[in-house]
């Protein structure tokens, strides 16, 4: 009886397979969180002045960026003064 061929794979389809590109899994869908008032955790890029003004009081600098962040969004003045047009 002969002997069986040591490479019993077609080498056209073994080369073929091994320069296929990976398919990747799709990122998991987060969905947003139940509780609420809760804060997630980003990245963002600030001018180093901006960065330096809120940090010039010490500890809480990035609370002091998300209060102001919200006073914006919900257009709440800072001060009552402070109230100005938005003409630059």
Wanted: zero cysteines.
């Amino acid at each position: 009886m002969a002997n069986p061929p040591r490479r019993p794979t077609n080498p056209m389809a073994a080369a073929e397979a091994a320069f296929k590109p990976i398919k990747k899994p799709a990122a998991p869908v987060r969905e947003p969180s139940v509780a609420p008032n809760v804060r997630e955790l980003v990245s963002i890029r600030i001018d180093r002045a901006v960065l330096e003004h809120f940090q010039q009081d010490g500890p809480g600098w990035q609370d002091r960026i998300n209060d102001t962040l919200r006073r914006t969004i919900f257009k709440e003045p800072n001060n009552p003064e402070d109230e100005r047009s938005d003409d630059y």
